[in-house]
């Protein structure tokens, strides 16, 4: 019987009913440890024999890549491919497949929420309250504040809508995306008048190829003041040691994080700030996204496998 490797740390941790169609095809399919992201080690142990795999957001390296026998797919169960080895992937024939925007409402909702939080120092007084202290904060309202995102794809979009409501201007830079009949209230800017402009700034794109963070000293040094921060994408958008320099300076008023470079972070620097909101990436862990992401990477899957 041929197997199928499955790591998404919900699923792992809970099941999906997705997983049924799999079996119903004639797999066997394997985990990876329950609700962890797998090391290289296990990687290593557990795909030999493989033929597919229904990744999450684990690294995926050319010597991962390398030790596997007869792996033809990889179907990520959401859009990110950055942690995987493309170039290896490619060169061993091996398929990688994405679930595209499955989980862009769960991310641009959670998007609204930390930029809510952040405006109205939600936490902050939620913290103090649970000590018994009756410390209010004054926040400020979103109406005629300008959004600026870094991406316009399909989280960026639903993002826009939602401020949009709350009656905010929004502009975005992509250097790819084209938005026909766009909604009134938007429109692209090219990304030093994003920086220069926002008052609350949502990234929403991929790390540089090189590895470079798109938010470093000089670009935050640039950035307007007392602007909020938002990262619900890749952990390496953001130099830590220059965001916690803005933080203190409150070049950066607020930051919301639900992304880091390593999975739980070892760096609790920014974590811990008390003007930092942090999450652990939780933009995609919703029923209906979970649903949504692992139907789509099963039925790529099964797909790709030419048993669907």
Same mark, same amino acid.
């Given at each position: 019987?041929?197997?199928?490797?499955?790591?998404?740390?919900?699923?792992?941790?809970?099941?999906?009913?997705?997983?049924?169609?799999?079996?119903?095809?004639?797999?066997?399919?394997?985990f990876?440890?329950p609700?962890?992201l797998?090391?290289? $080690? $296990?990687?290593?142990?557990?795909? &030999?024999?493989?033929?597919?795999?229904?990744?999450?957001?684990? &690294?995926?390296?050319?010597k991962v890549?390398e030790?596997?026998?007869?792996?033809?797919?990889?179907?990520r169960?959401?859009?990110?491919?950055?942690?995987?080895?493309?170039e290896s992937?490619?060169?061993?024939?091996?398929?990688?497949l994405r679930?595209?925007?499955?989980?862009?409402?769960?991310v641009?909702?959670l998007?609204?929420?930390l930029?809510l939080?952040?405006?109205?120092?939600?936490?902050?007084?939620?913290?103090?309250?649970?000590t018994g202290?009756?410390?209010r904060?004054?926040?400020f309202?979103l109406?005629?504040k300008t959004?600026?995102l870094?991406?316009?794809?399909?989280?960026?979009r639903l993002?826009?809508?939602f401020?949009?409501?709350?009656?905010?201007?929004v502009?975005s830079?992509?250097?790819?995306?084209?938005?026909?009949?766009?909604? $009134?209230?938007?429109?692209?800017?090219?990304?030093?008048?994003?920086?220069?402009?926002?008052?609350?700034?949502?990234?929403?794109?991929?790390?540089?190829?090189?590895g470079?963070?798109?938010?470093?000293? $000089?670009?935050?040094?640039?950035?307007?003041?007392?602007?909020l921060v938002?990262?619900?994408?890749?952990?390496?958008?953001?130099?830590p040691?220059?965001?916690?320099?803005?933080?203190?300076?409150?070049?950066v008023?607020?930051?919301?994080l639900?992304?880091?470079?390593?999975?739980?972070?070892?760096?609790?620097?920014?974590?811990?700030? &008390?003007?930092?909101i942090a999450?652990p990436?939780i933009?995609?862990?919703?029923?209906q996204s979970?649903?949504?992401?692992?139907?789509?990477?099963?039925?790529?899957?099964?797909?790709?496998l030419?048993?669907?």
């Amino acid at each position: 019987m041929q197997k199928i490797l499955v790591t998404p740390r919900s699923v792992t941790r809970h099941g999906h009913p997705s997983l049924k169609r799999l079996e119903a095809a004639g797999f066997e399919v394997v985990f990876c440890r329950p609700g962890e992201l797998p090391s290289d $080690e $296990e990687l290593r142990r557990l795909l &030999p024999g493989c033929v597919g795999y229904v990744a999450g957001v684990e &690294p995926i390296r050319a010597k991962v890549l390398e030790s596997t026998q007869g792996l033809k797919v990889i179907s990520r169960n959401g859009t990110g491919v950055d942690a995987i080895d493309m170039e290896s992937a490619k060169r061993l024939g091996i398929q990688v497949l994405r679930a595209q925007g499955a989980n862009a409402r769960g991310v641009a909702e959670l998007t609204m929420g930390l930029i809510l939080a952040l405006a109205r120092s939600v936490t902050a007084c939620d913290r103090a309250m649970k000590t018994g202290k009756w410390e209010r904060s004054s926040g400020f309202e979103l109406e005629e504040k300008t959004l600026g995102l870094v991406g316009c794809g399909r989280v960026g979009r639903l993002v826009t809508g939602f401020a949009l409501a709350f009656g905010m201007r929004v502009i975005s830079h992509d250097p790819i995306a084209e938005w026909e009949n766009a909604p $009134e209230g938007f429109s692209f800017a090219e990304l030093d008048d994003v920086f220069r402009r926002s008052d609350v700034l949502s990234l929403h794109c991929p790390p540089a190829s090189d590895g470079k963070a798109l938010l470093d000293r $000089e670009v935050i040094e640039r950035l307007k003041p007392g602007v909020l921060v938002i990262n619900t994408a890749r952990g390496g958008l953001i130099d830590p040691d220059a965001m916690l320099q803005a933080l203190e300076k409150r070049q950066v008023a607020g930051l919301g994080l639900d992304a880091f470079e390593e999975e739980p972070p070892n760096d609790r620097r920014l974590v811990e700030h &008390p003007r930092v909101i942090a999450t652990p990436h939780i933009g995609g862990y919703t029923s209906q996204s979970i649903d949504r992401a692992m139907d789509v990477a099963v039925d790529n899957l099964l797909q790709a496998l030419s048993v669907a």
